[in-house]
């Protein structure tokens, strides 16, 4: 029953995450003006599964985000394609759910970095630098404009790492959320503590300062008549 109720709301947690990354992501389409920020409300909901360490939970809502949203969104789908299983293995890696040297870690998300910004420059054709535009102002060579495409790629590899420091405070961020909306079993809070005899309503110092006081008061009883109840 145990496992049942946690398998259940693990798979709630996903679903609701799922809808709202799918909801973000058709919203990101329709209303193109604010798409980066529906993007990053599309790996929030992912993070609410993740927050919970719910990871193969949070792989599905991401896998049924992707393909109900390249229904709607099309080419579109990418930004959180690429954004969404970033999301999910820089917290597996920052949980060290998977195991890498940081030297390694770092060399996979740049290489990963690179790797998006090829396929949205020359397949989806979502970064486009108008070289003929340019070249009216000045002289490109073919030599200038692989130059142009690696400064361009260097920027993006600068932007990525900013992401990823954003995507671990964003994980925080939710864990504290979700903690205080689904707390974890046995977290309890202060007042269930009062009210199950294991807190004190003037607080953790009040019960440690009594503690002490106890402490001090079995040190201070008469040595002869601990030795006597020994006997």
Excluded at 22 to 40: D, R
Excluded at 100 to 124: D, N, P, R, S
Aim: proline share 2%; charged share 20%; with cysteine.
């Amino acid at each position: 029953m145990k496992k049942n109720r946690i398998f259940g709301h693990s798979i709630a947690l996903a679903g609701i995450g799922a809808a709202i990354s799918l909801g973000a992501v058709i919203a990101s389409f329709y209303i193109q003006q604010v798409s980066i920020t529906l993007n990053i409300i599309a790996v929030v909901g992912i993070m609410l599964p993740l927050s919970k360490e719910y990871y193969k939970e949070a792989i599905l809502a991401y896998a049924a985000t992707c393909l109900l949203g390249g229904i709607f969104a099309n080419i579109h789908i990418l930004s959180f394609v690429f954004g969404g299983a970033y999301a999910i293995y820089t917290v597996m890696v920052y949980n060290q759910k998977i195991k890498l040297h940081i030297v390694i870690c770092w060399l996979i998300k740049i290489a990963y970095a690179i790797f998006v910004f090829f396929i949205m420059y020359y397949l989806a054709k979502v970064f486009v630098i108008n070289f003929e535009k340019l070249n009216t102002i000045i002289d490109l060579s073919s030599n200038t404009k692989v130059q142009i495409y690696v400064m361009f790629n260097i920027i993006f590899v600068i932007l990525f790492i900013l992401y990823d420091i954003g995507l671990i405070f964003m994980y925080k961020l939710t864990i504290k959320t979700m903690e205080r909306v689904l707390p974890t079993k046995g977290n309890k809070s202060k007042e269930d503590k009062i009210e199950d005899g294991e807190g004190s309503p003037y607080g953790d110092d009040y019960i440690e300062d009594e503690e002490v006081s106890n402490q001090k008061e079995i040190d201070n009883k008469d040595p002869d008549d601990n030795q006597d109840k020994q006997a």
